[in-house]
């Protein structure tokens, strides 16, 4: 275990009504509603904040009909973290719901693996199938911050800050990469879309978005790998996260979890 142990959290920004049909390759016998919860996630401690994908705006959301309930950077406001003097933000893959409001983090160096650049920028974007999660403003606001020297490329596994580490995980997106954070009650993962509900992960019923589904149904063993236990890993997209970890405070209640 890591001398350094960090806070984290779960921030709620966005919510979308869907059936269980839509979250599984092949469907569910017992499709019902199933809804999407959006979050970001903060890494805090030892001086530092680390924050874990930006969500997106409220004008994307009404494009693509999402339920738009809070600008990211505001959930952040609620736990006295500034996104203007952010200077850690990890991309965990450029999909429009974790890297767009980007440019909210002026102070950043944006944490991404190559092969995620690699696949947004690639050849595979000339089919919807795999361009429809991304918005290519966002993709070629990545490529403007790299020219600007504000991206840091990680190939594989790579330690950010002591008891801080990114690993990739791929499947859903060619280059998906989750953090794995030493915490008080030991090492967490914020699994991000390696499995999007518990479900996904523990019943390995992928979801239907996905670059290689092979991988992804890897990643869930690597998931567990990671993690201190399966109660450790934290997925990407479950309303049930806000249900099984408290509120850091009354006023928080269904908008932050503490997951450490
Ligand atoms: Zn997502």
Known sequence: M?????????????????RAAENFIGGDPHDGPMPLDY???????????????????AATA??????????????LRLLGCDANAVKDVVITHLHYDHV?????????????????????????MRQPVFSGAFDVEDVVGMVRSNYAGRVSFHDGDAQLAPGVSLHLIGGHTM??????VATRRGWLVLASDASHFYANMEQV????????????????GK?????????????GHDPLVLERYPAPSGAMHGIVARLD
């Open 175 to 180: 280059g998906l990469q989750v953090v794995r």
């Open 2 to 18: 890591s001398a350094t142990q960090y806070e984290v959290y779960a921030i709620k920004y966005a919510h979308h009504a869907r």
């Open 100 to 124: 767009g409001n980007f440019d909210l983090f002026p102070a950043a160096t944006y944490h991404l693996q190559d092969l995620e650049m690699n696949y947004a920028t690639g050849r595979h």
């Open 62 to 75: 009404a494009r693509r009909q999402r339920n738009h309930l809070r600008c990211p950077t505001e959930g």
């Open 39 to 57: 979050f970001v996630w903060l890494v805090r401690g030892a001086g530092r904040e680390i924050v874990v994908d930006t969500g997106f705006s």
């Open 205 to 220: 019923r992928p979801f239907p978005i996905v670059y290689n589904v092979a991988a992804m149904v890897e990643g869930y």
């Open 223 to 235: 998931l567990r790998a990671l993690a201190e236990s399966p109660a450790h890993i934290i997925p």
